[in-house]
T-cell receptor
Framework: GENVEQHPSTLSVQEGDSAVIKCTYS??????FPWYKQELGKGPQLIID?????GEKKDQRIAVTLNKTAKHFSLHITETQPEDSAVYFC?????????????FGKGTKLSVKP | DVKVTQSSRYLVKRTGEKVFLECVQD?????MFWYRQDPGLGLRLIYF???????EKGDIPEGYSVSREKKERFSLILESASTNQTSMYLC????????????FGEGSWLTVV
């Protein structure tokens, strides 16, 4: 069935370093790939997303890359700060991507040490 | 801003009890979802609804049901709670015309004893 694999499950970096989280998906029909950040005690919040007709998207210190041929996409955070510490989830769309139905990865707990 | 409100943040229920988790969104979104979040398992889809009175099973519907009598409200029901349903439950809403963002509530922590 449809699946999204996310690695690593935990990631610890020093403040100022870069962090990279990788995901692979199985459904060739997936065309929308969001990333969510979940802080302790809160619901996940969208931080960046990318569609299948784009290879890369950047928003300040955050970037996402997509390789549709290989079915993998990655989140890159540069110049990490302690407030980047959170759990990050990748997701891929189901049902054509227009109804909000997503399949999520298992999450990456990012710790940024001052 | 879109607001998705889960009325109960923390609940403790006994095995066998019927449990209702309520979710309300204020942006007139068509699509609503219930997810379950467990450590190491990520977010798993329980049920979803694309319209009033409509419901569809997600990936792990066993032991759950839902109700969507009004567009803004989507309720998750545990007919007979069991200890393996102890978890964090997240409600979400979505509307393509509002952008493709899924908006989550803050979560409901349910402990079944």
């Amino acid at each position: 069935g449809e699946n999204v694999e996310q690695h690593p499950s935990t990631l610890s970096v020093q403040e100022g370093d870069s962090a990279v989280i990788k995901c692979t998906y199985s459904d060739s029909a997936s065309n929308y790939f969001p990333w969510y950040k979940q802080e302790l005690g809160k619901g996940p919040q969208l931080i960046i997303d990318i569609r299948s007709n784009v290879g890369e998207k950047k928003d300040q210190r955050i970037a996402v890359t997509l390789n549709k041929t290989a079915k993998h996409f990655s989140l890159h955070i540069t110049e990490t700060q302690p407030e980047d510490s959170a759990v990050y989830f990748c997701a891929a769309s189901r049902d054509g991507g227009s109804q909000g139905n997503l399949i999520f990865g298992k999450g990456t707990k990012l710790s940024v040490k001052p | 801003d879109v607001k998705v409100t889960q009325s109960s943040r923390y609940l403790v229920k006994r095995t066998g009890e019927k449990v209702f988790l309520e979710c309300v969104q204020d942006m007139d979104h068509e699509n609503m979802f219930w997810y379950r979040q467990d450590p190491g398992l990520g977010l798993r889809l329980i049920y979803f609804s694309y319209d009033v009175k409509m419901k569809e099973k997600g990936d792990i519907p066993e032991g759950y049901s839902v109700s969507r009598e009004k567009k803004e409200r989507f309720s998750l029901i545990l007919e007979s709670a069991s200890t393996n349903q102890t978890s964090m439950y997240l409600c979400a809403s979505h509307e393509l015309s509002s952008g493709n963002t899924i908006y989550f509530g803050e979560g409901s922590w349910l402990t079944v004893v």
